[in-house]
């Protein structure tokens, strides 16, 4: 006769408490859980067989994954809580772009090898999708574009061109320990700027020059150059004449002025207006104080 099924016996108040208690003790403030990284799934039976490829491939993904182990293994001691992932997100980064080179720029894997290894997870295929579109080609993480994890809605700090930040906001993100994913600054680098790579003292200095490097110079940024949307307006105040051609006249040189251009000629040609214009209020009082004095004369 087979044996009666054991009785369902729920853990302990205990058990779960002392769980909590090792996650604690790990550096998770107030027994949070860590972070779950995209590990590569467990080969069974039922696993699908690698194509061809995969020997030439598996030494660098083993390694791979003994360096996510260590990077989760890792002591917390001395971090803040959101340091204790940043080795992981990089990890899963480098893994990543391995072998998204190894299939679109190197062509060293086929297509086959290259959708096995993203079914069985060695490589994060939403971030790839991303890498595929301009602007995106060195994105360091999907968390950097996620704006539900910010508290105004925004992206990462990486993601704002370094030549656009000011002096001294060269840290790294809080989230990913990202400093700079953006496409001119990665790309000249091989990759994003981590917290701990090598980089010039003065990142911002840096980026405002060009990016130079070593093997090439600085990248010279396109000049300012004349609004579209100015122009469109004062095309159309233009069409409709009377009085919105005055409107049209200073979207005009506004948009010259932008670009730089005919800013001497107009302020020899309209010194006149010029002068005519200081005298007058900008809340238009003076003509109202006109038309009272016409008509006390008439």
């Not at 690698?50 to 030494?59: F, I, L, N």
């Not at 260590?70 to 899963?92: L, S």
């Not at 990759?191 to 990142?203: E, K, M, Q, V």
Request: proline residues 6%; charged residues 30%; hydrophobic residues 30%.
């Amino acid at each position: 006769l087979a044996a009666p099924p054991l009785p369902y016996r729920p853990r302990s108040r205990a058990a779960s408490s002392r769980e909590g208690s090792v996650w604690r003790s790990r550096g998770h403030s107030l027994g949070r859980q860590p972070p779950l990284a995209a590990m590569p799934r467990i080969r069974t039976l039922n696993t699908k067989k690698a194509p061809e490829g995969w020997e030439d491939v598996a030494p660098q993904l083993e390694e791979f994954h003994q360096q996510m182990r260590d990077a989760v293994n890792e002591p917390h001691e001395g971090k803040r809580r959101n340091e204790a992932t940043w080795g992981i997100t990089r990890i899963h980064y480098e893994r990543s772009r391995y072998i998204y080179e190894l299939y679109y720029k190197k062509k060293a894997i086929s297509k086959a090898l290259y959708d096995w290894l993203l079914l069985e997870k060695h490589a994060d295929a939403s971030l790839i999708a991303k890498w595929k579109k301009p602007g995106f080609e060195f994105l360091c993480s999907l968390q950097a574009i996620d704006k539900r994890n910010s508290n105004f809605g925004t992206t990462a700090i990486c993601r704002v061109p370094l030549h656009l930040r000011k002096p001294g906001s060269t840290g790294p993100s809080v989230s990913t320990g990202c400093i700079s994913c953006a496409s001119q600054e990665a790309g000249r680098l091989g990759g994003p700027i981590w917290w701990d790579s090598p980089r010039p003292a003065d990142l911002v200095g840096w980026a405002k020059a060009g990016c130079p490097t070593a093997d090439k110079p600085g990248k010279k940024r396109k000049a300012v150059e004349e609004d579209d949307e100015l122009e469109a307006r004062a095309a159309a105040l233009r069409r409709v004449g009377g009085a919105d051609s005055k409107e049209a006249a200073q979207l005009q040189a506004l948009g010259q002025a932008l670009k730089g251009e005919g800013g001497g000629a107009k302020a020899q040609g309209g010194g006149e207006d010029a002068a005519a214009d200081s005298d007058a209020d900008i809340t238009g009082d003076e003509k109202e104080d006109d038309d009272e004095e016409a008509g006390k004369g008439d």
